[in-house]
Each structure stands twice: as structure tokens, then as C-alpha cells.
């Protein structure tokens, strides 16, 4: 955005070159360091692609099969690289494709910049070929949106679009270009990124007043417990938090997105909370004197059943957006800002402790749960094999350096709860919408933002099925991602859920598969069918090995169920191991 | 294995209300969309807002929305906060009804010769505020500017002389605690002055621009 003393200067200084608002946008996307877009042309969007012809050395642009395979590549990308995606879809359908992973990513506050061709802008609200109203369609699943009708708003909304994207909670925000506007020339001298908006506040003003309260209350607690949540890893602050953590000596409990924010060998890492997390997180929510919960959003999934969530425990809330602090759980001490900032404060003030007695506890729930859980899921006697396995199998190959990205079901609380992480930004999943899906093209846009890392998807026979086409995107582009499909020939867990809540009625979850590995064969890729268990570890070194893009459909025994579970409407602490 | 969770649904849903009229007030940017934006937020949690106003500010390019709802505290602060927290939005404030000074516009129209013939004009206007508008020889307007309840009686007296329409603003209200609103909105705008709503130029040019 120009501000207000600089255009002036920056205009004088370059001469206006006259281009077009489709290689403008290009250029910006270059000048705001965009490496990788993914995308589907259109007529709407075809001044873009045209242009796009002569970026082809600057700009990676994936062709994808479809334009929410497209959108979740972009997540993928975003959440392993840490970079925003971008992503180009045409009017109508290849904009309203895109609102599925739009939601996806504001629940999940992952950066995403999309770019929607529009319709001529003397034809809106015509009904004309194409034609939809996608900024009223895309307004409650974007941070910003904005339709853009005249090439000379380019530079400054593509600059806001950045910013906004990237800054404060991040989020998606669309960008809507009519035809015109693409094809107008227009003089344009040189792009200014945005820095600052009068109306919008990224981040709210560090006051470290509560910070001390904060620390005094975490130094009197005798039985503190932290949770964290992605606001580390968005935040960049997985070393402020390590600091904290080590010196307060405080075990700590992962939501979902946030894990390998902090290692999961580390010591005060004592793992998952939630419906499907571990005994020790749940059980002891409810007995904590101090909660601290730092970039998290207390989710449903998270808290069960609210009115017996932690009523004994003080709690201290960091996070960058204030309307999270009280949203679902009564704060005693709120910590605005952005915890790169706030947890070094904090650190400062707290005395460094052990809490040895206290910690204990999580290790009996611990051998508690894999008396009566673990140990039979990673290590099962019976014939069959489980989920469980083929992650522990997987994490002794990998030994938690690889990128898992996984879809939504059984699959993916077993692999969350299973699988090593030694870094941050190595656990990508649909958290808070719960796409089934998500995982094939999310794994494709992971490689893609970091193609130094071995990036494995674990997905269920459901979700494959949902975007297999992105297979063609793979063959296409020759990107190496390890797929398995871990095959229960159920959409299990809605199964599960019939079986302990609706009296084993199971009502259209039985789902059929084609024959992965002949899919696969079609679209040139390596497949192999594990039935056995001598089979499995040989089969993941194999994928793991191979050059190249690998599918590896795993038989999984039919009727598993993920435990332990906090029953829906059930307090934490009800939390069951089988 | 069966978890039976009835007995806890209902025990959720027995919880007291206590909710009554509150006022939102919010400064935001001139932009399209941003009503949108806003109504959303009311919509997605099937509120319905009571009265909506929205008009420039006495800054030019700073709007001010007016929102009634009727419900519970702990509803409303979230939701100013979901409102604040929209790009375009600058500041949102919530009260009660105590907390403000509120006033409604409405309009009547009724036919001159009935009203002159049956009630006098003259007691009308004074004993319900109102103000004569317009009056021609067929028809009158009156306007009164009050509470809901104060609008609603003169409707009532209208009703039988033949009223012909009747129309009602959206509520204003000012806040008793506003000390440094207007100091503060002219700061901001002389430090930060606000860009131009953008609208679409080619909707009345079709012939003349493009063909493909
Ligand atoms: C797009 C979408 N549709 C439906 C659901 C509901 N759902 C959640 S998990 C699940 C079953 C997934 O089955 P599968 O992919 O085989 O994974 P499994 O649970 O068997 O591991 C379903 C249908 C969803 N999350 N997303
Ligand atoms: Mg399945």
C-alpha cells in the first residue's frame, strides 16, 4: 500500500511503465518473494495465464486437477514453509471450488493469498457466463476479500492482500479481478508492499503488567500445566517456548496443530490433549491449579464438555487475538500479543522450578494408557494389523525428521497421537474444519514449500477418495510425496461413532475401494499393497527409498477404535481408555 | 459400550437468560462489503438484529454503525470483539439502553381532509411531539422523533383517520460516557487520512467497452 508520504517520491523516482493488470499481478507476486503458485485457468482468468506464460522461469505455477486440490496444495505449502500460498482459480466454479479450503484455512489461520478471475466488470450482476458473486460467497471464510475492477487498484490491493494475509493471526484472503481490469494497461512504476493499515491491528499492544501477573501466579502454582496450540509455530516462537518451558520446568500438552512446536522426545512434552489425546492431558486438565494456555483456542475438541473444564484452575491465556481470550474458557490472567514477544517477558519473570512430584503424575497416567491402549495399538499380537503400527513402524524409519501430513479420521488421531516430530512445522492436517481430503494435495504443496524434506501422507480409503484426482498433479509434476493409505474399508470413524452411540447401526460407512495400486499404475506411480506384517517395514523402507512419488495401501484391521476418548458432552476428565 | 449423553443435553440447555436491548456502536472504514461483513457476524449465530443504522460520521470517510440486539452480556462483548476484529473496523463499543440517549424517526401520512375534519392538527402536534412536515391539500406528514413506545401512540391515533403510510427509522443513540469520541476520530483522520471508496465505473458503459 502507498503510504502517505512515499508515493509521491517512489513514483517520481521510476518512470511508469505501461502494463497490463495481469502482468502486474504477477510482478507483485514476485516482488512479495511468491515462488510457487497453484492453480486452474478459465476464461475469466486467462489474461493471467497469459501473462504466466512469460513468467515461467520466475514463477512455479502447478497445474492442479482441481481447484480445491489447488487450495489445500497452497495450505500445505504454507504450513510447512511457513510462507503464504497462493492460489489462481477462474470465475464461478473455479472460485466457488475454492471455499471448502478457504474455511480450512481461517479456522486454521494459514496464510493464503488466492486470485479469482472475475467477469467483465460491466457485467456484474448480469447472471453472465461465470458469473458468481464470490466475495459475498467467500466473506465469512476470509479474513479480507476485496474485488478489484480497475487495473490502477492492483498494486494496492495485492499489497494489503499480502499483509493482511500474513500479519497478526494469519489467514486466507481473496483477491476477485475482473476480466478488464486484468487485460487494461495502466501505468505502473514500482510495487510497495503494505506495512500498515489505519483500521487493522495485527497484534494488540503488549501490557506488561499482566505479564507480571501472570508470572506471579505461575510462580505460586504447585501444579502448573501448560497447554500450546499452531500460535508458537505461527508466531515463530518455538525457541521463546522451548526457553519457557525449560525454565519453568512446567509439562506441557499439545492441541493438535500445535505439535513439534516442541519436541515429542522432549521430556515436559507429555503429548495430545483432546477427544483423542492422552490420559495424563485430560485427566489432569482437571486437577491443575494454574492453566496456561498459549496460542490455542480451546477448540470443542480440546475442552469436552465446558462447565467441568479446569473450574479449579487459574487461567492465563496468551494469544495474538483478543477475541479468543474468554471466548469458550474464563481467563484470570490475559496475555495479549504475539507470544515471540510475550513468552521472553514471561520467561524473565518466572523462578526456574521442577515440579517433580507434580510431573509424576503424568507419568503414571502414561503407563496407565499404554497398559491399557498403546502398547496393544504400536505393538499388537493379534494378526491383523493396526493404524498404530504402521506409524510406529514409520516414525523408526524416519526417526521423526519427516513432514507427516495427514486427512481426517481414525487415521489421523492415531498418526497425531503416534508419530515423531522433531521440528516444527512437520504436523499438517485439517484441524479445526475436519476436511476429509485435505491430505493428498496438502502433501503435494508440503513438498513443494520444502522440497528438503521427506513429506509423508497417511490418509484413510474414505478421504483418498475425495481427491485422488490430485494424482495427476503428481505424474505431472514429478513432486515426490510418500502416500499411505492406511485401509480399514470403513469410514471408520463415523463407524466408531455408530458403534458406541447408535448401537452398531452402521449406516452408509461402509465405503468400497478401487484398486489403489492400479490407480496409482495409471498415473505412472509406484504402488504395493501391504497385507502382512512381515511385509510393512520392508514396504516403508521401500517407499521411504524409492525416487519418486510412492502409494502404499496398508490393510488395516476393519473394526479398530481410537481410545482413549472423552465422549462428546463428557468432561475431560471422564476421558475412557477402552 | 454405550455412552448415553441425553441427561447432560439437558442439563445445558436449563440455563438462565438474562438478556436484554444493548447498542453497538462501531466506527469503521467507508468500504463495500463491510456491512456484509458485519451482518454475518449477527446471522451466523441467528441473531436478529433489532435496528441497524449506518451513516457517515462527522469525520468524512469515518462510518458509524448502530446496532440494536437483545441479548445476553456475555453474547454481546464477544461479538463487539468479532466486529473490532474485522480489518475495516476502527472501534466498537456496547452498552445498555441506561448507558445511552436513543432516539427513533418516524414518519406518518395521513390524508389532510379526515384529519382536519375529524382531529385537529393543532392537538396532535402537541399532545404527541409531532411536527407537521408537509401539508397539501391531499395529503399531510407528520414526524415524530422518540422512543419506540412514543412512535407507537401516534399510530394508533393515526390508524382510524385513515393513515396511508407510515415509516420508521433505524435507532440513533449517543453515548453517555463518550468523553474525547470526536477529539479522537480527528486525531486519527488528520494523522492517518482514509482513502476513497472505489466503485465499479463500467456498469453503465457496456456498449461502449468490451466485447469478448
Ligand atoms: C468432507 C468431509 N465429509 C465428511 C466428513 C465426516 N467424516 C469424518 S471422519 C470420516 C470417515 C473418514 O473415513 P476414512 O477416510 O476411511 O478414515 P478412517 O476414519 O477410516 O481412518 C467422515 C466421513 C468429513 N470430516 N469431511
Ligand atoms: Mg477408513
Redesign the interface.
Known amino acids: 500500500m502507498f503510504t502517505k508520504e512515499e508515493p509521491i517520491r517512489l513514483l517520481q523516482e521510476k518512470a511508469p511503465q505501461t502494463m497490463s493488470g495481469a502482468e502486474m499481478t504477477l510482478r507483485a507476486l514476485l516482488a512479495e518473494s511468491v515462488d510457487t503458485v497453484f492453480g486452474y485457468p478459465g476464461g475469466a482468468i486467462i489474461p493471467i495465464y497469459d501473462a504466466l506464460f512469460d513468467f515461467k522461469e520466475q514463477l512455479n505455477h502447478v497445474l492442479v486437477r482441481h481447484e480445491q486440490g489447488g487450495i489445500h496444495a497452497a495450505q500445505g505449502y504454507a504450513r510447512a514453509s511457513g510462507k503464504a500460498g497462493v492460489v489462481f482459480a477462474t470465475s464461478g466454479p473455479g472460485a466457488t471450488n475454492l471455499v471448502t479450503g478457504l474455511a480450512d484455512a481461517l479456522i486454521d489461520s494459514t496464510p493464503l493469498v488466492c486470485i479469482t478471475g472475475q467477469v467483465f466488470a460491466h457485467l456484474l450482476g448480469t447472471d453472465a457466463f461465470q458469473e458468481t458473486d464470490i466475495i459475498n460467497i467467500t466473506t465469512p471464510v476470509t479474513k479480507w476479500n476485496y474485488q478489484v475492477t480497475e487495473a490502477s487498484q492492483l498494486p494496492e490491493a495485492l499489497a494489503k492482500a499480502f499483509y493482511i494475509a500474513r500479519s497478526g493471526r494469519p489467514g486466507p484472503v481473496l483477491i476477485d479481478i475482473t476480466k478488464n481490469a486484468q487485460q487494461q494497461k495502466f501505468g505502473f512504476s514500482e510495487y510497495t508492499p503494505c506495512t500498515h493499515i489505519r483500521s487493522y491491528r495485527p497484534a494488540p499492544i503488549v501490557r506488561p503488567e499482566y505479564v507480571a501477573r501472570a508470572a506471579a501466579l505461575i510462580n505460586q502454582a504447585k501444579r502448573p500445566f501448560v497447554l500450546w496450540g499452531q500460535g508458537i509455530i505461527l508466531g515463530a516462537a518455538e525457541q521463546e517456548f522451548l526457553a519457557f518451558i525449560e525454565k519453568s520446568g512446567i509439562p506441557a500438552a499439545w492441541a493438535i496443530l500445535g505439535a513439534g512446536a516442541l519436541p515429542t522426545g522432549h521430556p515436559l512434552n507429555v503429548g495430545m490433549l483432546g477427544m483423542h489425546g492422552n490420559y495424563g492431558p485430560n485427566m489432569l486438565t482437571n486437577e491443575c491449579d494454574v492453566l496456561i494456555a498459549i496460542g490455542m483456542r480451546f477448540d470443542d475438541r480440546v475442552t469436552g464438555r465446558l462447565d467441568k473444564y479446569a473450574r479449579q484452575a487459574q487461567v492465563i491465556h496468551l494469544d495474538i487475538d483478543p477475541t479468543e481470550i474468554d471466548k469458550n474458557v474464563a481467563t484470570t490472567v490475559p496475555v495479549w500479543g504475539d507470544c515471540k514477544e510475550t513468552l521472553p517477558l514471561l520467561t524473565e519473570l518466572i523462578e526456574a522450578k521442577n515440579h517433580p512430584a507434580w510431573r509424576q503424575r503424568f507419568e503414571q497416567f502414561q503407563t496407565e494408557e499404554v497398559a491399557a491402549v498403546i502398547q496393544d495399538e504400536l505393538f499388537p499380537t493379534s494378526d491383523e494389523l493396526t493404524m498404530g503400527e504402521v506409524i510406529q513402524q514409520l516414525n523408526e524409519l524416519t526417526l521423526g525428521e519427516a513432514i507427516v501430513v495427514t486427512d481426517v479420521g481414525q487415521h489421523q488421531m492415531v498418526a497425531c497421537r503416534y508419530a515423531k516430530f522433531n521440528h516444527s512445522r512437520s504436523n499438517i492436517t485439517s484441524g479445526g474444519l475436519g476436511t476429509m481430503g485435505f491430505a493428498l494435495p496438502a502433501a503435494i504443496g508440503a513438498r513443494f514449500g520444502r522440497p528438503d524434506r521427506t513429506v509423508v501422507a497417511i490418509i484413510g480409503d474414505g478421504g483418498i477418495q475425495m481427491t485422488i484426482q490430485e494424482l495427476g498433479t503428481i505424474m505431472q509434476t514429478g513432486v515426490d510425496v510418500k502416500i499411505i493409505i492406511l485401509n480399514n474399508q470403513f469410514l471408520g470413524m463415523v463407524r466408531q461413532w455408530q458403534e458406541l452411540f447408535n448401537d452398531r447401526r452402521y449406516s452408509f460407512v461402509n465405503i468400497a475401494s478401487p484398486d489403489y495400486v492400479t490407480v496409482a499404475s495409471g498415473y505412472s506411480i509406484s504402488g504395493k499393497r501391504v497385507l502382512e506384517r512381515r511385509e510393512l517395514k520392508s514396504s516403508l523402507q521401500e517407499i521411504l527409498n524409492h525416487a519418486g512419488s510412492f502409494l502404499l495401501e496398508v490393510m488395516v484391521t476393519k473394526e479398530n477404535n481410537i481410545f482413549p476418548m472423552v465422549p462428546q458432552g463428557c468432561s475431560v476428565s471422564e476421558i475412557r481408555l477402552r | ?3 448415553d ?1 441425553r441427561e ?2 439437558k442439563i ?1 440447555s436449563e440455563q438462565p437468560i438474562d438478556s436484554q436491548e444493548y447498542n453497538i456502536t462501531a466506527y ?2 467507508n468500504q ?2 463491510l456491512l ?2 458485519i451482518a ?1 457476524i449477527f446471522s ?1 449465530r441467528k441473531i436478529n438484529i433489532e435496528s441497524l443504522n449506518t451513516s457517515p460520521s462527522e469525520i468524512d470517510g469515518i462510518h458509524r454503525f448502530n446496532i440494536v440486539i437483545h441479548e445476553t452480556e456475555d453474547v454481546v ?2 461479538i463487539a ?2 466486529i ?2 474485522q ?4 472501534k466498537v463499543n456496547y452498552n445498555t439502553n441506561q448507558e445511552v440517549i436513543w432516539q427513533e424517526m418516524a414518519l406518518y401520512k395521513v390524508p389532510t381532509d379526515i384529519i382536519a375534519e375529524k382531529a385537529s392538527v393543532e392537538r396532535l402536534l402537541r399532545e404527541y411531539g409531532a411536527r407537521a412536515v408537509v401539508i397539501r391539500r391531499d395529503y399531510t406528514v407528520f414526524e415524530t422523533t422518540g422512543h419506540r413506545e412514543e412512535t407507537d401512540n401516534l399510530i394508533e391515533v393515526l390508524q382510524p383517520y385513515g393513515l396511508i403510510e407510515f415509516v420508521r427509522s433505524a435507532r440513533i443513540a449517543i453515548i453517555k460516557h463518550s468523553d474525547g469520541f470526536n477529539r479522537k476520530l480527528r486525531e ?1 483522520e488528520r494523522t ?3 482513502s476513497e471508496v ?1 466503485e ?7 456498449d461502449k ?2 466485447t ?1
Do not use: A, C, D, W
Open positions: 459400550m454405550t455412552f449423553n447432560k443435553i445445558m469503521t472504514e463495500i462489503g456484509n461483513r454475518i451466523r462483548r464477544k470483539k468479532q473490532e476484529k480489518v475495516e473496523v476502527l486519527f492517518e487520512p482514509g472505489i465499479n465505473e463500467f456498469l453503465n458503459s457496456r467497452v468490451f469478448m
